[in-house]
């Protein structure tokens, strides 16, 4: 027998039934027991009644929902699905008995139950009521969870961060059976995962796709350090499908960007296992609403019609580019017999995808490869020389991509997680792993934010580096570094000028290509034809030398992006959390209960980092709830 223990902490024991208490009503009863039965992890059923002459209900029993067991008798009501959930012959009630005083009082009341109880404050996961005919039951099964809809109908729709968001309820059943089998246990095995993270964060966000069969097809969570992380560094993202590739035995998918400091961050996560146009539509439009609608100017996807659609559905605006790495990736799974039969085909093939910037040339050395390895007549080639503008760097300088492609290079994570992916290993043990995996990155930008505030590069006392290793973080700074001590090679000649705007043709010594900077003294604009600002955010040589040569010594404040700052994650919290709607009369409670958990969510995570900031912030909450308690003793209370 399982007897709940939900008083681990020694916490406020007043919402536990007890012999003895008593209440106003047989309903208010009925609230208080379905309430303790959703925090313990169970749901009830009304059993026993007895009526007196007047009608007046004088005794009642509910009953856990696994009460007694299910026979061959057809049930009073009619089901759509016929695999009922299982009876155990349960135990455990809550008995009432109507007083002299007209009060229902609790005569009996066991706790102890024959059957594992679902995670705490989850209990909407298996409301067992009866419904109409027409919208069946469900079974408790750890592939199948309530419809949408009934949850919405029985008045138990939970906030933005349970599986169902109402505003996509339409959007969360798929028209057709899930395309890959999930594995036994699986299904279970994630909601358990995600329950349990929800209730360690309360900001952490999931959300399940059914198919038509009720069955569990797609499952996205992002957690509350993954919301924070996408508001700050959310404008690049890839969306790393290798799984589908490599094959590496469970449809794991995530959402990944990158930080201040060069390193990955992690947005959200998914297992997929069906990949149709409408559950990638699904897909993005769940992490749209777990990013409270805020879209990715650039996202980097694998070669994918239904993903390109998907997001140009969902986010009309957002550049979709095919991801170098992931066109890598897909290259050693097509051209195997190449990789493995040459010893120099990898380092050529590289050598277009990551590093030829220039279009004569990356069609020279692709000519080249063809030629040197026979594949003129490869058909995969063609297709991926025919979609070159959708992935080749020359095609794509003019594309923001926060240097995405160096980043994942050095850090291939699918690779370190795919041997905890394995059918042969339960799930929970890659979901544990990937935590860590995430906890430990995380732990790495904390000590890389510390080593930003306390270490100073040794630098050349120039105005201009001083001020760049003032702002940027060590990583970028020696990005920006190179830059500048290679624009000491380069040689700079009059283009041309017409009013305030003038041309100047850069180029490194000994090198035949010359670029174009153009600088408009009217408004400080700065523009070179190598594209590096516009795909990196960080200025180029040419750029740089040019503002020497026209002694400018500082680099202009619009040319340092916020993103690549020590201070990235600092300023005004109504910079970041949205609050559009400040000043509108009509804005809803309910929009400004959103906006005003995105801060606080923002707060907690980074107060939490430190003991003394915890305090701080503790230590101030009382204050800052007396004020708005004066606020509200003075205002007329609004319904909306």
């Not at 969870?145 to 008045?155: K, L, Q, S, T, Y």
């Not at 968001?165 to 995962?193: I, M």
């Not at 650039?298 to 957002?318: F, K, L, R």
Request: aromatic share 12%; hydrophobic share 35%.
């Amino acid at each position: 027998m399982l007897e709940p223990n939900p008083l681990k902490d020694g916490s406020d024991d007043s919402w536990v039934p007890k012999v003895g208490m008593e209440f106003e009503s047989e309903m208010e009863a009925y609230q208080f027991y379905d309430n303790y039965a959703k925090r313990i992890g169970f749901s009830i059923r009304k059993n026993r009644l007895n009526r007196r002459a007047s009608g007046v209900i004088s005794l009642r029993v509910y009953v856990c929902h696994k009460e007694g067991f299910r026979g061959n008798k057809k049930e009073e009501w009619e089901v759509k699905n016929p695999k009922l959930y299982e009876r155990t012959g349960c135990l455990a009630a809550l008995t009432l008995k109507i007083t002299n005083n007209g009060k229902y009082r609790v005569t009996d009341f066991e706790a102890k139950h024959n059957h594992p109880l679902v995670i705490p404050n989850k209990a909407h996961m298996i409301k067992w009521r009866r419904i109409s005919k027409d919208r069946g039951v469900l079974a408790e099964d750890s592939r199948m969870i309530p419809r949408a809809d009934d949850e919405v109908m029985n008045g138990h729709a939970g906030d933005h961060q349970h599986f169902i968001n109402p505003s996509l309820t339409y959007k969360n059943y798929l028209q057709s059976k899930r395309a890959s089998a999930v594995l036994p246990g699986d299904a279970g095995a994630a909601l358990q995962y995600v329950q349990e993270r929800q209730i360690d964060d309360p900001s952490f966000f999931y959300a399940v796709q059914l198919d038509k069969e009720d069955r569990v097809a797609n499952i996205f969570w992002a957690d509350g350090k993954s919301i924070i992380d996408y508001d700050y560094f959310g404008d690049v993202m890839c969306f790393d499908t290798t799984y589908r590739s490599n094959n590496y035995g469970r449809p794991f998918a995530q959402f990944i960007g990158v930080n201040h400091h060069m390193q990955t961050v992690f947005f959200g996560a998914a297992l997929l296992y069906n990949e149709t146009l409408e559950s990638f539509k699904w897909m993005f439009e769940t992490l749209k609403a777990a990013m409270s609608g805020k879209q990715p100017k650039v996202i980097w996807i694998e070669q994918s019609t239904e993903i390109s659609d998907a997001i140009a559905a969902v986010w009309p605006g957002t550049v979709c580019h095919f991801s170098m790495w992931h066109v890598y990736h897909d290259a050693a799974k097509h051209l195997s017999f190449a990789f493995q039969g040459s010893k120099t085909f990898a380092l050529d093939f590289s050598k277009c995808v990551y590093e030829i910037e220039e279009e004569e040339e990356f069609q020279s050395l692709w000519k080249e490869m063809l030629e040197k390895y026979d594949l003129k007549d490869n058909q995969w080639l063609a297709k991926l020389y025919e979609d070159r503008e959708k992935w080749a760097l020359p095609y794509s300088r003019h594309i923001f991509c926060a240097d995405m492609k160096s980043t994942l290079r050095k850090e291939d994570l699918s690779t370190e997680l795919k041997q905890w992916l394995c059918p042969e290993l339960d799930l929970l043990q890659f979901l544990k792993h990937y935590e860590k995996a995430i906890d430990d990155r995380r732990h790495a930008e904390l000590q890389a934010d510390f080593q930003a505030c306390q270490i100073s590069p040794t630098i050349p006392p120039t105005r201009m580096l001083k001020q760049a290793a003032n702002v940027y973080t060590p990583e970028v700074f020696k990005l920006f570094q190179r830059e500048f001590e290679m624009s000491m090679d380069c040689l700079v000649y009059t283009g041309g000028e017409l009013g305030p705007i003038a041309d100047y043709k850069v180029a490194a010594e000994g090198e035949p290509t010359e670029y174009i900077v153009r600088v408009d003294i009217s408004d400080g604009t700065l523009i070179c034809s190598c594209k590096k600002f516009e795909f990196m955010g960080i200025q180029c040589r040419h750029v740089l030398k040019v503002l020497d040569i026209v002694n400018i010594k500082e680099l202009p404040q619009r040319y340092i992006l916020k993103r690549w700052r020590k201070d990235a994650k600092a300023g005004s919290m109504r910079d970041t959390c949205g609050f559009a709607f400040l000043g509108d009369s009509t804005s809803s409670k309910a929009k400004r209960y959103g906006s005003l958990c995105r801060i606080f969510n923002k707060i907690a995570a980074r107060a939490a980092e430190s003991l003394e900031a915890y305090t701080l912030i503790e230590g101030h909450l009382d204050q800052l709830m007396d004020h708005v308690y004066q606020i509200m003793q003075n205002k007329p209370f609004e319904k909306h």
